[in-house]
Structures are given as structure tokens and as C-alpha cells.
């Protein structure tokens, strides 16, 4: 809503979308988010002086902490080989709290063109079989909440990805949590 009014003022106003900033800033978003700014980064440091560091955070400093904890990596980095993990079988959608992928792309109100060029570009097209799938799995098929990334079996029976661009909602998680940036 502050993106919104901010954007409405500026077309009204003629002012510049530097007024987001200064009424994001004096929201409360802001000091919500800045209070709850150290407790991920706490857990860095593991599960127990996480627990402690966010404890004293929230009870003690009550958010107002002179220090800002960093994340000690990017997410990408931490992605470890599958071979080490067990898969996870998830429940259906039951169609009241959790949703089908068709379901939850109309809810979205999303609207891509089928034929429309796809925004979305790899910059080594052989990443994702050969590296990112024997190695991780797929991470790119499993990340993404809109199913852009699918891998499909091809004349062969070799997996191969195929991108839905149509499906996507701009979420950008697959920048953030695929090892290697794929994306160009």
C-alpha cells in the first residue's frame, strides 16, 4: 500500500519516488522489519547461540540492538549435494489451506502471453542437466513456487529443463538459491 500511495502522490504531485523511501522509513514495516533484523543471522553461529542471541534480541534488547548481525553466506552457497539429504513427500492440496500450482498461478492474477519471449535467459544452457540436477538434484524444479522450472524427459528419456516463462511471478528465488547463477 506504500508503493502504491507513494506512486499515486508522485503522478498527483509530480515529486520523485524518493517519497516511498521516506514513508517506508516512518512506517511501521520499517520498524517491524528493522526489530527482526538480527534473529536469522543469529543462527549463524548455530542452533543454540542462535536461540540465545535471538532471546536476548527480543527480551532483553527488545530490537534495539546497537549491532546488525550479517548473513555469513549466500543462500546459493548454502545448498549442499542431495546425496546427502532424504526426499521429502508432501501432502496433497487439500484445496483449502494449500493449493494446486494452476490454482495458486490464477489466484496470483499473474498474466503472461504462451507466446510471448520469455524474459528468462540461461547463460549455460548445459548447467542445469549437467551440474545442477546429477549434483543437487534439480534445486531449480523444486525452488521455484510457479513451476517455471521443470525438468521433462526427453526422446531419450534424459531430463532436461524446460522453462514455463508464462507461469512466472517474479519471485527472483532462483538469483538467490541455485548454486551458480544460471540466470542471465
Not at 42 to 67: D, T
Not at 133 to 161: F, N, S
Request: net charge negative; proline share 9%.
Amino acid at each position: 500500500m506504500l508503493a502504491a500511495e507513494s506512486a499515486f502522490s508522485m503522478l498527483q504531485e509530480g515529486l520523485k519516488m524518493e517519497n516511498y523511501w521516506d514513508n517506508l522509513r516512518s512506517s511501521w514495516i520499517w520498524e517491524e522489519l528493522y526489530t527482526a533484523r538480527n534473529y536469522r543471522p543469529a543462527f549463524e553461529y548455530g542452533l543454540y547461540p542462535g536461540l540465545a542471541l535471538s532471546a536476548v534480541e527480543h527480551y532483553i534488547l527488545k530490537g534495539r540492538s546497537p549491532v546488525t548481525l550479517n548473513h555469513g553466506k549466500p543462500d546459493h552457497e548454502a545448498t549442499r549435494e542431495a546425496q546427502l539429504f532424504s526426499p521429502i513427500e508432501y501432502p496433497k492440496p487439500d484445496g483449502v489451506v494449500s493449493f494446486d500450482v494452476p490454482t495458486s498461478l490464477y489466484r496470483s492474477n499473474t498474466n503472461h502471453d504462451h507466446d510471448q519471449p520469455s524474459h528468462l535467459h540461461l547463460k549455460d544452457p548445459t548447467v542445469p542437466e549437467n551440474v545442477n540436477l546429477p549434483k543437487y538434484a534439480g534445486p531449480e524444479a523444486r525452488y521455484c513456487p510457479a513451476r517455471v522450472y521443470e525438468y521433462i524427459p526427453d526422446e531419450t528419456g534424459d531430463l532436461k529443463l524446460q522453462i514455463n516463462a508464462q507461469n512466472c511471478l517474479h519471485c527472483k528465488v532462483i538469483l538467490f538459491c541455485v548454486p551458480g547463477s544460471i540466470l542471465s
